[in-house]
Each structure stands twice: as structure tokens, then as C-alpha cells.
């Protein structure tokens, strides 16, 4: 089992910037593709972007490809998502998680793949 925190969220205007932060504790972090999640109210919970165990392949959902930039740091056990050009849309709960499943070559999407959740850091952005 792995525990996350996420950090980095705050309120901000369209068009500006946030990086987000998910800092890991536990089971060995470098083996596991990690993932960043968001849940807008009322909204089911929704695929943001992901990076496998190395950091060599990436995957973005359409909405975010272009602004959002992933990237981790073995050593520190943290993964990050750069959010640039944010839009009012963008507003949501951002979660990280961390893969089920070892050395995962390419990322993942799916939302049961993941078994361990942070608790949450909250995007607003205003327009």
C-alpha cells in the first residue's frame, strides 16, 4: 500500500497556473505508474493524465492536452501536474493514485486500475 498527499491547489483566474504536488509514502514509489484524477461536483470522477513507473511515457485526456504537463521524481517520490492556461472547466477535486499493477509500460486511464488514493486537493478556477 502507498499513501499519497496532494498539495498545490488553491484559486485561481482563467488563464493562470497552478502545479500540484503528490508527495508518496510506503510501497517502492518508482515501480508504479502513477495518475492524477479530478471529480467536478456532481460529476462522476474523471481521467486527468498519467505517467508510467519511469517517467518515459505519458498520457493526457483531450481536455488537458497541451496545457497539463505530468512528471515525477523517483527519488523524491513525488509526481506533479503543471496546470497552465486554466479554464473555469478545470475547477474540480484533483486526486493522485498510484497503479495496481508493477512497471506498467503504458500508462492507464481506467479508474479501477488504480488501489491507492489520495485525499484530494481542491482546483478552483474563476472567470
Known amino acids: 500500500q502507498v499513501q499519497l498527499v496532494e498539495s498545490g491547489g488553491g484559486l485561481v483566474q482563467a488563464g493562470g497556473s497552478l502545479r500540484l504536488f503528490c508527495a508518496a509514502s510506503g510501497r517502492t514509489f518508482s515501480n508504479y505508474a502513477m495518475g492524477w484524477f479530478r471529480q467536478a461536483p456532481g460529476k462522476e470522477r474523471e481521467f486527468v493524465s498519467a505517467?508510467?513507473?519511469?517517467?518515459?511515457?505519458?498520457y493526457y485526456a483531450d481536455s488537458v492536452k497541451g496545457r497539463f504537463t505530468i512528471s515525477r521524481d523517483n527519488f523524491k517520490r513525488t509526481v506533479y501536474l503543471q496546470m497552465n492556461s486554466l479554464k473555469p472547466e478545470d475547477t474540480a477535486v484533483y486526486y493522485c493514485?498510484?497503479?495496481?499493477?508493477?512497471?506498467?509500460?503504458?500508462?492507464?486511464?481506467?479508474?479501477?486500475?488504480?488501489?491507492?488514493w489520495g485525499q484530494g486537493t481542491q482546483v478552483t478556477v474563476s472567470s
Open positions: 505517467i508510467n513507473w519511469s517517467g518515459g511515457s505519458t
Open positions: 493514485a498510484a497503479d495496481s499493477r508493477t512497471f506498467r509500460v503504458v500508462p492507464t486511464s481506467l479508474v479501477y486500475e488504480y488501489d491507492d
